[in-house]
């Protein structure tokens, strides 16, 4: 019997480490797409910035033939002043040239405000486009790294698997149901009795009953819960 246990011990390590690997594959999905959204939100932030550099060139171009205009306006007005005949004529061109020529000055003031920014935002593009290279480049090792990490897990999988149905065979079908029985509900189906206690639990047990465990004639339980119980020195 202690034989039996023994193998059932090596199942259950066999197991935890299945069960571990599955752990870490079903992670790498999430870390794929952690890894996808850094770089669109770095993408992103390129693609923002690019956008407003449009925008104030638009507008740029916009206020430049605006002004273009408001010269030719202001000078054919300077000329028809010349030639005014009336007063009211005199007043009312002198009126639009005023505002013509503050109308100038303000679009010339928001062009060398739109040169300045546009000159910032430039820079700051620069930086970002280098700064998503950057991530574009570190991601895609991510991205390598956790395929590989994928493909290394699939087979230790694959490899435990076969470990497992290879102990599986010295183990009666009975046993077998009884071990699967407890790990669904337990998580762990075989402890060890160390100390006096069962370590499943940590519930002491009686002198007499741990003496049968290592005595191990046969398949013993802990009545609090419902482990399976092995002497320590057994699976050491
Ligand atoms: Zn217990």
């Known amino acids: 019997m202690k034989k039996v246990l023994k ?52 507008f ?15 000078s054919k007005h300077n000329t028809q002043l010349l030639m005014a005949k009336t007063n009211r004529e005199y007043s009312a061109l002198l009126k639009e040239i005023e505002e013509e020529q503050k109308s100038i000055e303000k679009a010339e003031e928001e062009t060398i405000t739109n040169i300045m920014e546009m000159e910032e935002l430039s820079k700051k593009l620069e930086k970002r486009k280098k700064e998503l290279e950057e991530i574009k480049r570190k991601e895609k090792a991510e991205r390598e790294n956790l395929s590989k990490m994928r493909k290394q897990l699939e087979m230790e999988i694959e490899q435990k698997s076969a470990e497992r149905q290879q102990i599986a065979t010295h183990i009666s079908a009975s046993y077998l149901t009884t071990y699967e029985r407890i790990r669904k509900g337990r998580g762990n189906a075989v402890v060890t009795v160390k100390d006096g206690m069962c370590t499943g639990c940590n519930t002491l047990l009686p002198p007499q009953f741990i003496t ?9 339980t802990c009545e609090q819960c419902g482990r399976i119980l092995v002497w320590h020195e057994d699976v050491e």
Not at 212 to 220: E, H, M, S
Request: charged fraction near 45%.
């Open 7 to 58: 193998k059932l011990c090596e199942l259950q390590a066999v197991d935890s480490d299945i069960a571990a690997f599955r752990i870490k594959l079903i992670e790498i999905p999430k870390k794929e797409q952690t890894s996808d959204e850094n770089v669109k939100r770095a993408e992103e932030i390129v693609q923002d910035i690019d956008a407003e550099l449009r925008k104030k060139e638009i």
């Open 60 to 74: 740029r171009e916009t206020t430049e033939r605006e002004t273009r205009e408001a010269r030719m306006s202001l």
């Open 212 to 220: 049968l465990v290592r005595n191990g004639r046969k398949i013993y």
